[in-house]
């Protein structure tokens, strides 16, 4: 298509929309799959992006909000990202609302009522906010253009950063009227685009690859025997690899362990997990983004969101449960595009860490059949059940009463009217059978991701080629920026 020419059915220009994407954004070329998006967010199309970090993602859906009748509603796992945001749009003069738990019940109001008049070309809000109708309502009054997923892949029960919230997000899509959708993501192997495409009731989604591949990013993985080698591999990188970095570990115990220890070992060190008081993980968080702690100690609890460009190295102390954490995690190291490290510190025992944690993760089959059991007595007893009237009366935690209640959805078995629950029938042995087998399907799931991830760390191969078939890209050819591409280890053991 010729610059400037009109898409069909539009009433813009490419020229237009490069315009405002220059003088709003600083952008002066669309990167991989920015401009298939923007083009499909236009023409009203719903689609599933699936972009590397730091690809531009944000900018999918606020350029289409200068162009589009009626607001942009945008769905954000976390309160932090939200305010980011928020305050991206505020420089690029575009008019937006902010509603979660730390806007002010008046300026909730004043937003609501501005969205009654015309107002905000974008909403960001959280998923869980969206559950109630209250809050769908001025969404109605205003017309929603277009619906965006952010962090997608939450949608997805087969996922690895699977959100019960995200799972209601079809039936709030329903009440707003059905506009298009569009969800974008960084991570998403085909089961889990699959799986998106239809937990969010997507119609002829059109699927935008941009490619997994960030150049930038020197992928490694270090062999280890013990924690003191470890120990001496992270400070040999602290002394080779200048600026500010990210370590994963996979327990709190271990972070406050590694942060203590750096410290004693003269580093500027900052540590964040989800047990800390929200005003330390935020000083802890601020320190780190304006260069007061050199190194991130964390739990997978940070990160997402975070827009430090200067990354320069990100380290996994332990492997992570996926690939797909994984990558994303890495992805978080050079966003400016300057060269970075991703190093995957490899240890066979840490397998452990990562079992316990698969075997509290999926509710439990006696705990499927217990809530089951829950909801046919309070509906014997002609008992309304909310999910959390069901988590009491199962006995269950509302995390994974609500993660039950989800696949009862999906199979077309519950029924949701506000926020009451039934059973639209009665479960027969072979629906009873397939509704348990779902847990044990996915705990087999995320064992195979597992068994992955150490393949991973042990494959001889270019790692990104490993990377890309996981990812269901093509193979390709070998990618040059990995430690197998610059030391292949057959040409390692030829010449021991």
Known sequence: MAEGELEPGERFSWSEVRQEAEQRFGFKQFRPGQRELITLALSGRDALGILPT??????????????????????????????????????????????????????????ELELGEGAHDIVLVTPERLQNPEHQRPLRERGVALFVVDEAHCVSQWGHDFRPAYGELRHV??????????ALTA??????????????????????????????????????????????????????????????????????????????????????????????????????????????????AFGMGIDKPDIRFVVHWNFPESLESYYQEAGRAGRDGEPARVVLFYRLEDKRIRSFFLGSKHPRREE???????????????????????????????????????????????????RQLRLRRALGQRQLESFVGTFEARYGADRERIQIMMRYGQTTRCRMQFLREYFGEPPGEPCQHCDNCEHPPTVQAASA
């Open 173 to 182: 899509i329903e009440a707003l009227g059905r506009p298009p959708i569009m």
């Open 54 to 111: 730091a690809a531009g993602k944000s900018l999918c859906y606020q350029l289409p909000s200068l162009f589009l009748k009626g607001t942009v509603v945008v769905v954000s796992p976390l309160i932090a990202l939200m305010q980011d945001q928020h305050e991206r749009l505020q420089q690029a003069e575009i008019e937006a609302a902010r509603l979660d738990s730390t806007v002010t019940a008046r300026e909730q109001r004043d937003q």
């Open 368 to 418: 499927a059949l217990a809530l089951l059991s829950a909801l046919e007595r309070l509906q014997r007893e002609r008992r309304a059940s909310s999910v959390h009237e069901l988590a009491e009366a199962a006995g269950l935690a509302l995390r994974r009463t609500s993660v039950i209640a989800a696949v009862l959805e999906n199979m077309d078995l519950l029924v949701r009217s506000g």
């Open 187 to 300: 991570t998403a192997p085909p089961e889990v685009a699959e799986s998106i495409i239809q937990s969010l009731g997507m119609r002829r989604a059109v699927v935008v690859q941009g490619g997994i591949e960030r150049p930038n990013l020197k992928l490694e993985v270090a062999r280890t025997v013990n924690e003191q080698e470890k120990q001496q591999q992270l400070l040999a990188l602290l002394d080779d690899t200048p600026g500010s970095g990210i370590v994963y570990a996979s327990t709190v115990r271990q972070v406050n362990e590694l942060q203590r220890w750096l410290e004693s070992a003269g580093v500027s060190v900052a540590h964040y997990h989800g047990k800390l008081r929200g005003a330390a993980r935020s000083s802890a968080q601020q320190r780190f983004m304006d260069g007061g702690a050199r190194v991130m100690v964390a739990t997978q």
